[in-house]
């Protein structure tokens, strides 16, 4: 992905290139160049991230407690987590896969998801050794 310029650096190249030139003009600039600082600092996650984080938290639980791995239709069956949807479940699994806490593999068209580190047995294997 190329460079982008940011906001705050194309205003800081505004301020340079007009100098003391315009006053007014350097002094909205600047004003602009708060606004968005004060944009930028907000620490605070909102509602919705707070509860993402909690449900992210659950997932992790969830998939520590199973010590495999499993699908998503076996993570739902989990009453923590069945109140949500399939799209959100997801959505927080693939974030989790992409912080690198969860492996993500996919076995005939089926995904599964295990915390990191728990090798992954294809499913016809564990039938054939239960059968043993």
Do not use: C, W
């Amino acid at each position: 992905m190329a460079n982008v310029m940011t906001y705050a650096q194309a205003l800081e190249i505004a301020l340079t290139a007009i100098g003391d030139g315009n006053a007014e003009a350097t002094e909205r600039i600047k004003a602009l160049m708060s606004q968005l600082a004060k944009r930028g600092s907000r620490g605070s996650l909102t509602r919705t991230q707070k509860l993402n984080e909690e449900i992210k938290a659950v997932l992790l639980d969830i998939l520590g407690e199973a010590g495999e791995f499993i699908t998503m239709a076996d993570i739902r069956e989990d009453e923590r987590v069945a109140e949500y949807s399939v799209q959100k479940v997801g959505a927080l699994l693939g974030q989790l896969v992409k912080a690198g806490e969860v492996q993500k593999n996919v076995f005939k068209k089926r995904t599964f998801y295990a915390v990191k580190g728990v090798d992954f047995v294809a499913p016809e294997a564990v039938a054939e050794d239960e059968a043993e």
